[in-house]
């Protein structure tokens, strides 16, 4: 929380994911 991070959405099984989550 609070923190700068990067990240891709893809589709899961379970709906959107963040996925390569980088934090800045």
């Known amino acids: 929380e609070g923190q700068a991070v990067e990240f891709e959405v ?3 099984d379970r709906g959107p994911q963040a996925a ?3 934090k800045l």
């Open 10 to 12: 893809v589709e899961g």
């Open 20 to 22: 390569n989550v980088v």
